[in-house]
Every structure is written in C-alpha cells, then in structure tokens.
C-alpha cells in the first residue's frame, strides 16, 4: 500500500495540472512528458519509496527471503512499465510539437 500511494500521489498532482482551464496544448504536451519522464527514471532506478523500503527491510528481518524483496522490485518495475506503456498508447499529443513556436506567443497573451 504504501508504494501504490507514494505513486498515486504523482498521478494526481499531474491529473490536476492536465486538467486546469487555463492550459494550452503545450503545457498539456508539457505535462504528460513530465510524467513520463519521471516515470521513466522510476524504472530505471527501481525506485520504490523509503517508507516501502523501510516495510520491506522490517520484513526481511523477520521471514521474508531476499528473493521475494527482488521480485516485490521487479514488480515495481513493471508497474513504471506499464504506466509508460499506457500513457504512450492514449497520448496523441506527438503533433503538438509542431506548434512550440505558440508557446512564447502564449506568454504575451497573459
């Protein structure tokens, strides 16, 4: 649990960010690529969380082999995975790129 929650808490502050009135494309494009990156380097480092880490190494002392620690990671892992993987599918927003020149002009307007 405490891993699903220290991930829910990232999904949310950027569902809040993507979902404001006042974006434009961009800073929607911006966003989702924000996450995607963050997610990216959550993979890519195992990254699990210290209070999940904290779990894990209490359970370890106890009856928990090595081995199960590992594979609990490698689920982590494929969770990051996944959420890329869906992300990837439902975000249409590659053409957006086209328009960047808009960004700078977007700043004017405010």
């Not at 891993?3 to 999904?11: G, I, L, N, R």
């Not at 993507?18 to 924000?34: D, F, G, K, R, Y």
């Not at 869906?86 to 590659?94: G, K, M, Q, T």
């Amino acid at each position: 649990m405490y891993f699903v929650q220290c991930e829910a808490s990232h999904f949310n502050e950027s569902v809040i960010k993507i979902q404001s009135q006042l974006n434009t494309a961009m800073e929607m494009h911006s966003e989702v690529a924000n996450l995607k990156g963050f997610l990216q380097a959550r993979k890519d480092e195992g990254f699990i969380g210290i209070q999940t880490k904290r779990q894990l190494t209490k359970l370890e002392k106890e009856d928990v082999t090595k081995g199960q620690v590992e594979n609990f990671v490698s689920k982590a892992v494929l969770f990051y995975d996944t959420c890329i993987q869906y992300i990837n599918r439902w975000d249409h927003s590659d053409n957006v790129n086209m328009l960047s020149f808009v960004s700078p002009l977007m700043l004017l307007r405010r």
